[in-house]
């Protein structure tokens, strides 16, 4: 029994070893094939894994370099923007800086010349009236004369209220600078 016990394991293996051996008789060259075709295939995916990993790589390199250039090329015109409206700016308030000293200058400039007017016209009013004060004074004395000229003529003579209306003209007439004999006859010819 045991003699019997112990081949029936063996002839199962042995058994199996056939049936590898019809296996590999019936499918022997088609599962070599079917194995070279499959591990070409997985070669080829491999491969074609590899080449896509390696374009996407590629692509996200090149749209990485793309973004940086096009960040830096933004990045530069806005620090260009910037800087011309500095300069700009710098430039507005240097010209109204400059605008508000001329306008300062010209200002003092009027009111020194204002000044200097002023001060001439006033010296010139203060000389005018000099002048008239003292023409009034030579007019004056000259008057005061011509009255005691005539006072002392009318203690000599007695005049007739027509003779001292006529003195009395000619002294005002010359306090007002014309002549009555003008007066007179420009009266005479009015009535004419």
């Given at each position: 029994m ?28 088609q ?102 004060r ?59």
């Open positions: 045991s003699k019997e016990a112990n081949t029936k394991p063996d002839n199962d293996i042995s058994q199996l070893g056939n049936v590898d051996q019809i296996r590999e008789i019936l499918f022997g060259s599962s070599r094939e079917l194995k070279e075709k499959f591990d070409k295939i997985e070669e080829s995916i491999k491969l074609m894994h590899d080449e896509m990993r390696k374009k996407l790589e590629q692509n996200q390199l090149d749209f990485n370099s793309k973004i940086d250039a096009e960040i830096d090329g933004i990045s530069r015109k806005i620090k260009n923007m910037l800087s011309k409206q500095h300069d700009e700016f710098s430039d507005v308030r240097e010209s109204a800086l400059k605008q508000e000293k001329r306008l300062q200058t010209s200002l003092e400039n009027l009111e020194e010349e204002l000044n200097a007017k002023r001060e001439q016209v006033q010296k010139q009013q203060n000389e005018n009236n000099s002048t008239l003292n023409q009034m004074d030579t007019l004056k004395d000259e008057l005061i004369e011509v009255l005691n000229s005539k006072v002392s003529e009318l203690g000599e003579v007695k005049l007739s209220r027509d003779d001292a209306a006529e003195i009395m003209m000619e002294a005002a007439m010359a306090m007002k600078g014309t002549q009555i004999n003008q007066q007179l006859s420009m009266a005479q010819i009015d009535t004419k």
